[in-house]
């Protein structure tokens, strides 16, 4: 079974982990999956002027899966979402950007209402610009309006930022997570075949 283009389940289970050969390997892999599955898409998406829906439902996936690996765990667990959501908005890079409020109405108006309603809920917009900051509150201050284009630069970078933290021998912690998460997408995958 493929767990990314260029990867079947049985390359992983080959990795012994005792080398940072192995380890390249394993994040090669896990590159691989994201880009080939949801990056290399997204380019072509986002290139529609009306995209902005379909780039953050996109990217939301991205954000709590990100956060399920840098937990460590296989899947969110119930009724942890919102947290989950919280804690990568105001724990990476995002931080320079949200609040732990801006977090709240991101994830309630902004990712419960793309992925629920196909909509953005109260007075939360979304906008495509190069002249806009990436979150601003609306001018209700009840909502949020986010800048679709400079969020899903901040994703990407993100994922270049953990990919190379994965690299480095010293985030052992990190690496555990990582292994964890992967072990239960390839275990998965296995017991499909």
């Known amino acids: 079974m493929h767990i990314s283009p260029r990867y079947i389940a049985g390359d992983w289970k080959k990795i012994t982990f005792q080398s940072e050969e192995d380890w390249q390997l394993a994040v090669e892999i896990f590159k691989d999956r994201i880009r080939e599955r949801f990056l290399n898409p997204l380019e072509h998406i986002e290139k529609y002027p009306y995209a902005g829906f379909a780039v953050l439902a996109l990217d939301c996936l991205l954000i709590e899966m990100l956060q399920q690996f840098r937990e460590g765990v296989n899947r969110t ?85 953990y990919t190379r933290e994965l690299l480095n021998s010293a985030n052992r912690e990190l690496r555990v997570k990582f292994k964890s998460k992967m072990m239960a997408i390839c275990k998965t995958a296995c017991d499909v075949v």
């Open 77 to 161: 667990p119930t009724g942890k979402s919102k947290l989950f959501f919280i804690s990568f908005l105001t724990e990476t890079g995002f931080k320079k950007y949200f609040d732990k409020r801006q977090a709240e109405l991101f994830y309630r108006q902004i990712r419960c209402g793309i992925l629920h309603q196909a909509e953005v809920r109260g007075s939360s917009r979304v906008l495509v610009s190069d002249l806009e900051p990436m979150v601003a509150y609306a001018s209700d201050r009840r909502g949020l309006v986010v800048n679709r284009t400079f969020f899903h630069e901040q994703l990407l970078t993100e994922f270049d930022n």
